[in-house]
């Protein structure tokens, strides 16, 4: 009987995440699951990663990148002395957001995890509502970060090594959609970054999430502050 292949996902405890991992799951994949704690005010998202992990019963690792984080400063997510901007996700507002070179660190933790392991992809659950704003969500960063995984790791990454990001060329709704057939917990995810105890409903994801289940026509189950 022939193993199932691995995947390294990249998980934050969000909702894109959650639907990642269900969405491999159900593909027929075996999970190793990875989270950062990079010093980002929201870290309760964290919590969330580790409630995934339960739930499918994968083994889940948080990398401790506080150190990297403070050298990154400069963006609302590192930085206590630059406001969470609120508004539309896509507003130049939201470029407050960004954090240096964020996801490339990330993805080549995760494909060294994966080359060390053996494990066959690296999975990412950015999307299409990412691209105005991140450079390192959009469809050149993938085709990139493959290239650089294979050159880096000639000879011992294995065959066929994929880095996958299925949602790449769709919107939250749609991620929203899947994880209702999927029957994802979304109560049990975290988008906000204001780093409250509860779902602020102001900033730019929260924003993204109410949208999302809203024309995904599903109920959202998630507690705002703001309703």
Known sequence: MTASPTAVAVVSGGLDSAVLAHHLRAEGWDLRLLSFDYGQRH???????????????????????????????????????????????TDASMRSTVVANRN???VQVAVGVAVAEGAQAVALGIHAG??????????????????LAEVANEGFIAEGFRLLAPFLHRSKADI????????????????????????????????????AFALAGADDPTDYEET
């Open 43 to 89: 870290a309760k998202e964290l919590d969330h990663a580790r409630k995934l992990a339960a739930a499918l019963g994968a083994p889940h690792d948080i990398v401790d990148l506080r150190s990297t984080g403070a050298l990154l400063g400069g963006s609302a997510l590192t930085d206590a002395a630059v406001d969470v901007p609120e508004g539309h996700y």
């Open 104 to 106: 490339a660190i990330f």
């Open 130 to 147: 990412d691209h105005p704003i991140y450079p390192d969500c959009r469809p050149a960063f993938v085709d990139a970060a493959q290239h």
């Open 176 to 211: 929203v959609r899947l994880g209702v057939e999927l029957g994802v917990p979304f109560v049990d995810t975290w988008s906000c970054y204001a780093g409250g105890v509860r779902h602020c409903g102001r900033c730019g994801t929260c924003v993204e999430r109410r949208e």
